[in-house]
């Protein structure tokens, strides 16, 4: 769906034929909002059963783009239920820092992302999500009026709020473990780059960078390849993201990179036949919330 001021556009949409809008109170939802794009996944006990993706219009500030969000969730058939068994919903920004989890206060949560990014006390609220396997914690900031306004919309179901980066650090980390030498992990999002690096199943790095031209990803990889003492004809770069298989990015990429593999689809949700048209190596920050607690 195109709104008639172009605000959103519809870019795929599929849905399960075993997806019942009469049994929400029985799934659960997972929300990635971006200013850019917006995904959306419905899970029946691990069951992917319904899913899109949404690329937005520009906006000029915060106030836009909640003003966008209301007519793509009015104009919705599900978004707009508010009784889901439980609600996860991700942000994407740069506002946010990690934190070891032996070392967060709930009350510094301020003073830690201070030290990475400015934060409007008067328009922002800042929020935290844990994840018992990961000793990290993530602390970011979101627009006050979006977090009050899904919490509206939701109240009646259990709702927490996550980071995209949080996602793709528990993603990453149950797919790390399997790996006896590590592989710098990759995630190619519209207009960023995430880069990853575990090591005995610990996080030691984690990064997303701005994308303005497409030497910027070789740059960026490369330094963060030499950071970590990677070889780049050897070491195994895994990538997720959106980039073909046989894109002029990636056979551009390999040609500095030359041990490169596309990421697989996560173990914990399950995919029926009708999701095949999905490229496996997509959308794994969004399946990844299933992770989070």
Same mark, same amino acid.
Request: proline share 2%; with cysteine; aromatic share 14%.
């Given at each position: 769906?195109?709104?008639?001021?172009?605000?959103?556009?519809?870019?795929?949409?599929?849905?399960? $034929?075993?997806?019942?809008? $009469?049994?929400?109170? /029985?799934?659960?939802?997972? &929300?990635?909002?971006?200013?850019?794009?917006? /995904?959306?996944? &419905?899970?029946?006990?691990?069951?992917?059963?319904?899913?899109?993706?949404?690329?937005?219009?520009?906006?000029?500030?915060?106030?836009?783009?909640?003003?966008?969000?209301?007519?793509?969730?009015?104009?919705?058939?599900?978004?707009?239920?508010?009784?889901?068994?439980?609600?996860?919903?991700?942000?994407?920004?740069?506002?946010?820092?990690? &934190?070891? @989890?032996?070392?967060?206060?709930?009350?510094?949560?301020?003073?830690?992302?201070?030290?990475?990014?400015?934060?409007?006390? $008067? $328009?922002?609220?800042?929020?935290?999500?844990?994840?018992?396997?990961? @000793?990290?914690?993530?602390?970011?900031?979101?627009?006050? +009026?979006?977090?009050?306004?899904?919490?509206?919309?939701?109240?009646?179901?259990?709702?927490?709020?996550?980071?995209?980066?949080?996602?793709?650090?528990?993603?990453?980390?149950?797919?790390?473990?399997?790996?006896?030498?590590?592989?710098?992990?990759?995630?190619?999002?519209?207009?960023?780059?995430?880069?990853?690096?575990?090591?005995?199943?610990?996080?030691?790095?984690?990064?997303?960078?701005?994308?303005?031209? +497409?030497?910027?990803?070789?740059?960026?990889?490369?330094? &963060?390849?030499?950071?970590?003492?990677?070889? /780049?004809?050897?070491?195994?770069?895994?990538?997720?993201?959106?980039?073909?298989?046989?894109?002029?990015?990636?056979? @551009?990429?390999?040609?500095?990179?030359?041990?490169?593999?596309?990421?697989?689809?996560?173990?914990?949700?399950?995919?029926?036949?009708?999701?095949? @048209?999905?490229?496996?190596?997509?959308?794994?920050?969004?399946?990844?919330?299933?992770?989070?607690?």
């Amino acid at each position: 769906m195109t709104s008639s001021a172009t605000k959103y556009k519809l870019i795929k949409k599929i849905k399960d $034929e075993k997806f019942d809008a $009469e049994k929400i109170g /029985q799934y659960s939802l997972l &929300v990635q909002l971006g200013v850019r794009d917006t /995904q959306v996944a &419905v899970l029946d006990d691990g069951n992917l059963v319904f899913f899109e993706d949404f690329v937005l219009g520009e906006v000029r500030d915060s106030q836009e783009w909640l003003e966008v969000l209301q007519e793509l969730f009015d104009a919705h058939e599900v978004l707009n239920a508010g009784y889901w068994k439980r609600v996860k919903i991700s942000l994407k920004n740069n506002k946010y820092t990690q &934190v070891p @989890e032996a070392l967060f206060l709930e009350s510094a949560r301020h003073e830690y992302l201070a030290v990475t990014c400015r934060v409007n006390p $008067e $328009e922002e609220v800042v929020l935290h999500c844990t994840n018992s396997d990961l @000793e990290s914690i993530t602390i970011f900031a979101m627009p006050v +009026f979006v977090y009050e306004w899904l919490g509206t919309i939701y109240r009646n179901s259990h709702l927490t709020f996550h980071h995209q980066a949080a996602s793709l650090i528990a993603g990453v980390r149950e797919i790390a473990a399997k790996d006896k030498q590590p592989p710098l992990f990759i995630y190619v999002d519209r207009f960023k780059l995430h880069v990853l690096f575990f090591q005995d199943g610990r996080l030691v790095y984690y990064n997303q960078f701005l994308i303005k031209q +497409f030497a910027d990803y070789v740059r960026y990889i490369m330094l &963060v390849m030499k950071s970590m003492n990677m070889d /780049q004809q050897t070491s195994k770069v895994v990538l997720w993201g959106y980039i073909g298989k046989n894109s002029p990015h990636y056979v @551009e990429f390999a040609r500095y990179v030359r041990n490169v593999v596309f990421g697989e689809r996560p173990r914990h949700i399950q995919f029926s036949y009708f999701f095949d @048209e999905l490229q496996e190596h997509h959308f794994f920050d969004l399946y990844s919330m299933n992770l989070l607690d």
